[in-house]
């Protein structure tokens, strides 16, 4: 059962990790052996998602993600496998794969509910709205900052409010809308006064990047020397941007030799913390000093550095981009075989609950039917179970047919999953039941009549979905009371028949 007092130690780890990450690792270990002594396996598996996070932010990608989908292969927690997307999505993002990346994280915040913990909420529309805006290719999508910063407001916490707001000045910066990100970068740095909160390395450098090209360059120097020096990270690469934008400020200023100094020790600390795009960036601005210098042969030298560093940065982004591929086949084919009956080749028990799980989070209609063959065991016992196997095999195909998911639940028991009201679900199924009752069933066996009973319910909104599964069954069995062949619906027990 998952335990408030934990739950509540889970949501400061997603709002440390825009914070500072000083400590954060080895609360989440504590956090997952009092989670496990306790039997709290959800906030045990998001612990271990705020470590998959970690490690995407400090350029441990494949780590992380294979962490998320190992959670999504075991975990049916709703709450779990919506957080699994958050960490895929962010992982793919900075490997160059943004459309993969925006569909896992709008899946995301799809699969949240009304009265889920604020902070996962809002950290997850965090990381949408960034997507979504990211590379500054199109105008600037404010709806998803919007969106995202008005969860941030409602968790309490202003540091995924400072941290939403960083990332839209961010976004406004690179699509040139510099308006714009003037006035995040202001609202950025008012919320953090008077909340009484540090800016992180990556917020400060933004405030400097924005301050620098709206014409403050000394106060840009300023913020981004202070961020250097004390500013908490939450990225391994925070520190190295930051020496990008102070190297920046220093060659405007006519500091050449500054520059380069500083450049160097970027691409030094670049080479430490294994961040290949900031030693890339720092070569191709050291090309550009000594460029600006005279230096044209130092240049060259540099921007062939450059290029090479580029081309090794792609190669290994394609690596683990094949890796993330061959690994996700891998993936698939183990929930295959987990997920999957192997005689009727319809998802099983489990995969049942995760496409219930998937209907829901939609936010759409969902109704319910169980199928039930009538007199089964007649068909075992007057012909044999190689024919009851083939009856089985031959209606998994029918039910595959009907618009939905299907699965087996045991025995000749079926259920249907319908993103569909109760009248559409009920119209269905009448279909499937005459469709039944009609197929060339002589065929498996001279003789042979198959036919089912059905009971059909929609979900309605909020309700627990093991009593809308208790009243498919009621259903189910009133069908059977009433002769079988049929398909009842909860509207005042009403049988569709054949």
Same mark, same amino acid.
């Given at each position: ?5 934990? #739950? $509540?130690?889970?949501?400061?780890l ?13 609360r ?6 009092? &989670?496990?002594?306790? *039997?709290d ?11 998959? =996070?970690?490690?995407?932010? $400090? *350029? ?5 993600v294979?962490?998320a989908?190992?959670?999504? %292969?075991t ?9 699994a997307?958050?960490?895929?999505? /962010? #992982? ?9 990346a925006?569909?896992h ?7 949240l509910q009304?009265?889920?913990?604020a902070?996962i909420?809002?950290?997850?529309a ?9 590379? %500054?290719?199109h105008?600037l ?9 008005r969860e ?15 990332n839209?000045?961010w ?9 714009? &990100?003037?006035v995040?970068v202001?609202r ?9 909160r ?5 917020c ?19 913020v981004v020397?202070?961020?250097?020096? $004390?500013?908490p ?10 020496l990008?934008?102070?190297?920046e ?10 520059a ?5 020790r970027?691409?030094?600390?670049? @080479?430490e913390?294994?961040r290949?795009?900031?030693e890339? =960036?720092a070569l191709r601005a050291? @090309? ?17 550095e ?11 982004q394609?690596?683990v &981009?094949a ?10 084919? &183990? ?9 009727? #080749? ?9 496409e219930?799980t998937a ?7 969902v ?9 089964f ?8 179970h190689?024919t #009851? ?20 639940l ?15 679900a ?11 009752? /009609? ?5 498996v066996?001279? *003789?042979?009549?198959?036919?089912t ?9 909020g309700?627990d979905r ?6 498919a069954?009621?259903?189910l069995y ?9 398909v ?5 027990h ?5």
């Amino acid at each position: 059962m998952p335990s408030p007092s934990l #739950g $509540n130690l889970v949501e400061q780890l997603v709002v440390d990790t825009y914070a500072s990450h000083a400590g954060l690792a080895d609360r989440a270990r504590a956090l997952i052996t009092a &989670a496990e002594q306790a *039997g709290d396996r959800r906030s045990a598996d998001l612990a271990r998602l705020i470590q998959a =996070e970690l490690d995407n932010r $400090n *350029g441990r990608v494949p780590e992380a993600v294979q962490t998320a989908r190992t959670l999504l %292969g075991t975990s049916n927690d709703r709450l779990v496998r919506a957080k699994a997307h958050a960490i895929i999505a /962010g #992982g793919v993002w900075r490997i160059g794969d943004s459309a993969t990346a925006v569909g896992h994280s709008l899946r995301s915040v799809r699969m949240l509910q009304p009265g889920d913990p604020a902070t996962i909420r809002a950290d997850h529309a965090i990381i949408l709205a960034v997507l979504v805006n990211d590379q %500054g290719l199109h105008e600037l999508e404010t709806a998803e900052f919007a969106a995202a910063q008005r969860e941030a407001e409602a968790s309490g916490f202003p540091e995924l409010e400072i941290a939403n707001l960083n990332n839209w000045a961010w976004c406004a910066y690179q699509s040139g809308d510099l308006d714009a &990100a003037a006035v995040m970068v202001e609202r950025m740095r008012s919320r953090a006064e008077t909340a009484g909160r540090q800016l992180n390395c990556s917020c400060a450098d933004t405030v400097a990047r924005v301050l620098l090209e709206t014409g403050r360059p000394e106060e840009a120097g300023t913020v981004v020397l202070d961020a250097i020096a $004390n500013a908490p990270a939450t990225d391994s690469d925070a520190v190295p941007a930051a020496l990008l934008t102070l190297a920046e400020i220093e060659r405007r200023r006519g500091d050449a030799d500054g520059a380069v100094r500083t450049l160097l020790r970027c691409r030094e600390l670049a @080479a430490e913390r294994d961040r290949p795009e900031s030693e890339a =960036e720092a070569l191709r601005a050291l @090309a550009a000093c000594h460029a600006g210098a005279g230096d044209f042969e130092t240049a060259y030298r540099r921007m062939c550095e450059f290029h090479e560093a580029w081309e090794a940065l792609r190669t290994r982004q394609s690596a683990v &981009a094949a890796k993330f591929a061959h690994a996700q086949f891998a993936v698939e084919q &183990a929930w295959d075989v987990a997920e999957r009956d192997p005689l009727t #080749g319809l998802g099983n028990r489990r995969r049942c609950e995760i496409e219930l799980t998937a209907a829901l989070a939609d936010g759409g209609p969902v109704s319910v039917a169980l199928v039930d063959l009538d007199h089964f065991k007649q068909v075992n016992d007057t012909y044999s179970h190689a024919t #009851g196997d083939e009856v089985l095999r031959r209606l998994a195909s029918l039910l595959d047919a009907v618009p939905g998911f299907a699965g087996r639940l045991g025995g000749e028991e079926f259920l249907l999953v319908l993103r569909a009201g109760a009248t559409e679900a009920a119209s269905h199924c009448a279909t499937l039941c005459a469709g039944i009752e /009609g197929h060339d069933w002589p065929a498996v066996a001279a *003789g042979l009549k198959v036919t089912t009973s059905i009971g059909v319910t929609e979900i309605r909104p909020g309700e627990d979905r093991k009593d809308a599964l208790m009243r498919a069954d009621d259903l189910l069995y009133a069908a059977k009371r009433s002769g079988r062949n049929q398909v009842k619906t909860d509207q005042n027990h009403s049988a569709v028949r054949t």
